[in-house]
């Protein structure tokens, strides 16, 4: 019996739940050495403001025990320089396209989505949430239920596409961001983002990031996104993507019981190319030995009993 | 496919902190270029969670060597590898000392500072092979920092060695040694790889006497390969600088394209 990978997440049907997570995936190409990107359901492209970004001073990586502290700052090439160059050679790749889409004000993420909505093989957006907004002194719109609700309203308006939000985990109660997201309108929800964090050189007195804070990924963070997974899944009816330390397909599993329709790999990425692949096929492996025919039938089986 | 789940480790020598492995790697071995690097799993498990870097030492039909010094966690568990283990290697990955264009110049001096000496016996056995004359300028902070010098001359290299506290060869810098050197005979290049104030002086010195200068970088990276944007350094372009990744639009660059900042 060959189990059936494909799960639907309503406005979009993978041919397996595993994606890739923005930011560490790069624009997509830079893995085709490794790995058949027709082998996982979806990619979603490092993040893009409408115009091109600098990016942050280094050192912008800094490793802690089990995980990863980052502090790019975004750069990137744009949506102009992204269409003109590398959009068109993803389409030739059979895997769903998802664009996660920054701005640094609400106007500057319409403008970005109004452009891509130009552009065809796009599948969907992943809206980054948490990008500092210069006119609100720098507060992200994450943050908050409010400028949640206000820009996700705005970006669904906008997009002829489906709109994913993906969620901070840096807030009091995800939860209550998560329903202010969907009552805008969004089609799916993605979490978590990275949790802010910080590494000192106690040699220098110095911040290891030159940006002092950075987000922190990879397996130290799991368990505590499998929580904020598992409680947002409980909260609302728009599929959930989780994402957050996922190296194996047995770390995947978990967050498809605990309520995810599909999850997102990360910072496996960097160490293992062809991760995503892999986690793929040790989530078929998984379904044949435990006589699951179908994994969409996994999500959301927590027994709590 | 640039991955070789089990490259085995077929010789293993150590000095001190130092230490070289010859790997049996015939697909990564293939095409390598001096001035490449390796992307390592040091461990088995997730701690530490990120591959090293580590640049090409020489490469031999199927094998490639590493030559590295322990610098922290990741190659410290890297040194305690036997003969005969195998590693999880990417690679190899960058762009190499040999520019494309603008031809090979003669002579060539190479300079060397500490562990940065790595790729440059590659490359000197390579420009050899191409017919440039070369000229290795190996400098560290004392004896112990130099343990591969008997391997250039070995290889007919002309070497010129030199230590911080005067424990071996010319007392001082290598820096020195290259000023010195320069006012001798002038050089139609130089290739520099070590320490980054040593570069930086190196970049200094090849401006001030109009020699065209390869530098390659040495930064903490995420991926190797251009996927997470975390090993940047300042380069110059039309608008003043930007952040270039090291691992890909380098780690070699020509020394008048580097922005050296201050603080980094």
Known sequence: MTPDLSVDLGFLKLRNPVLTASGTFGYGLEFEPFMDLAKIGGIVVKGLYYGPREGNPPPRLVETTGGLINAIGLQGVGVEKFAAEVLPRLRRIDTAVLVNVCGASDEEYLKAIEFLDSLDGIAAYELNISCPNVKKNGLCPALGPDPTYALVKQAKAASRRPVIVKLSPNVTDIVEIAKAAEEAGADGLSLINTLLAMAVDIETRRPKLANIFGGLSGPAIKPIALRMTYQVAAAVRVPVIGLGGIMTGADAIEYLIVGARAVQVGTANFIDPAAAARIAGEMKEFCVRKGIAKIADLVGTLKTD | ?264
Request: charged share 25%; net charge negative.
């Open chain 2, 1 to 264: 496919m640039p991955h070789d789940p089990a490259a085995k480790i077929i010789k293993k020598q150590s000095w001190g902190d130092y230490h070289l492995f010859r790997l049996e790697t015939p697909a990564l071995a293939a095409g390598a270029e001096p001035g490449q690097f390796l992307m390592i799993r040091v461990s088995d498990t997730p701690y530490p969670l990120l591959r090293r870097p580590i640049s090409l030492h020489a490469k031999e039909k199927d094998a490639l060597e590493i030559f590295f010094q322990v610098a922290g966690q990741g190659t410290a568990l890297l040194a305690q590898r036997k003969e005969g283990e195998t590693l999880d290697i990417l690679g190899p990955f960058g762009k190499g000392f040999i520019p494309e264009t603008s031809g090979l110049s003669s002579p060539a001096y190479l300079v060397g500072g500490g562990r940065g000496i790595a790729p440059l016996y590659f490359l000197a056995l390579e420009l050899n092979k191409l017919g440039t004359w070369v000229k290795v300028l190996y400098g560290g902070k004392s004896l112990a920092d130099l343990p591969i010098k008997e391997k250039f001359e070995e290889a007919g290299l002309d070497i010129v060695c030199s230590t911080d506290d005067g424990s071996f060869g010319y007392h001082g810098f290598v820096t020195g040694v290259l000023e010195t050197e320069i006012r001798r005979q002038k050089p139609g290049i130089l290739y520099v790889c070590g320490p980054d104030p040593m570069m930086k002086k190196t970049a200094e010195i090849a401006a001030a006497s109009d020699i065209p200068a390869r530098i390659s970088l040495e930064s903490m990276m995420g991926c190797g390969f251009g996927a997470c944007w975390g090993c940047v350094k300042r380069i110059k372009n039309d608008g003043g600088g930007q952040w270039r990744k090291i691992c890909e639009d380098g780690p070699v660059f020509w020394a008048e394209e580097i922005i050296w900042e201050e603080k980094e």
